[in-house]
């Protein structure tokens, strides 16, 4: 499987700042994902980060307040915008390998937790 | 809405028993079928995948499908104290350009 790094791995923040994620992989990927996941819930997908072109986002999250960059097939940001306590949350990238063992296994890199006071 | 059903726990097992996970999916055309374990404070890890019906074995856990009655379950035989964490079920449908998460089962095993 992928070495996947993000970075930071926590931050605390102010109302209305934004923040960015870095996912770093070290290795090739067909497909990036973005999670969100808030305390004792499950894995909530915010958008497909698509190389080269603008992600896909799923029912209920945006690109003005979380903008997605990809610009190669190993690196994607995520950007939370104008932050708002309700944002709190561990935010993790996944990855589908190129060449993997099947074309849908993801695996996830070790998440940030973004507290928003 | 396609989902996956999960009984949230937690589900408490004493040490060298077999942990019985389950999960349930409304999708039919679902190919893809996973279990991550999640253990406090840090992020989903890849168990095992199933494809086809039936079981898969890999170590101490089985996997089972049973994609008629859309059913699929993870066994942990000889549970350790170490198996503590949150099961969650995913399902993919071709491609995996759509995987849903189930909420996750908590399980303990005592010492």
């Known amino acids: 499987s992928a070495v996947i790094s993000q970075k930071p791995s926590r931050d605390i923040c102010q109302r209305g700042t934004s923040l960015t994620i870095q996912c770093q992989v070290d290795?090739?990927?067909?497909?990036m994902f973005w999670y969100r996941q808030q305390p004792g819930q499950s894995l909530t997908l915010i958008a497909t980060?698509?190389?080269?072109?603008?992600?896909?986002?799923e029912s209920g999250f945006v690109i003005d307040k979380f903008p997605i960059s990809r610009p190669n097939l190993t690196f994607s940001t995520l950007t939370v915008s104008n932050m708002s306590p309700e944002d709190s949350s561990i935010y993790l990238c996944?990855?589908?390998?190129?060449?993997?063992?099947?074309?849908?296994?993801?695996?996830f890199g070790p998440g940030t937790r973004l507290t928003v006071l | 809405q396609k989902e996956v059903e999960q009984n949230s726990g937690p589900l408490s097992v004493p040490e060298g028993a077999i942990a019985s996970l389950n999960c349930t999916y409304s999708?039919?055309?679902?190919?893809?079928f996973f279990w991550y374990r999640q253990y406090s404070g840090k992020s989903p890890e890849l168990i095992m995948s199933?494809?086809?019906?039936g079981d898969k074995e890999d170590g101490r856990f089985t996997a089972q499908l049973n994609k008629a009655s859309q059913y699929v379950s993870l066994l942990i035989r000889d549970s350790q104290p170490s198996d503590s964490a949150t099961y969650l079920c995913?399902?993919?449908?071709?491609?995996?350009?759509?995987?849903?998460f189930g909420a996750g089962t908590r399980l303990f095993v005592k010492a």
């Open positions: 996944s990855v589908v390998p190129s060449g993997g063992p099947s074309t849908d296994t993801q695996y």
């Open positions: 290795s090739q990927v067909t497909m």
């Open positions: 980060a698509n190389q080269g072109s603008e992600a896909t986002y």
């Open positions: 999708d039919r055309v679902s190919q893809s």
């Open positions: 199933i494809y086809s019906n």
């Open positions: 995913a399902v993919s449908n071709t491609g995996g350009f759509k995987t849903i």
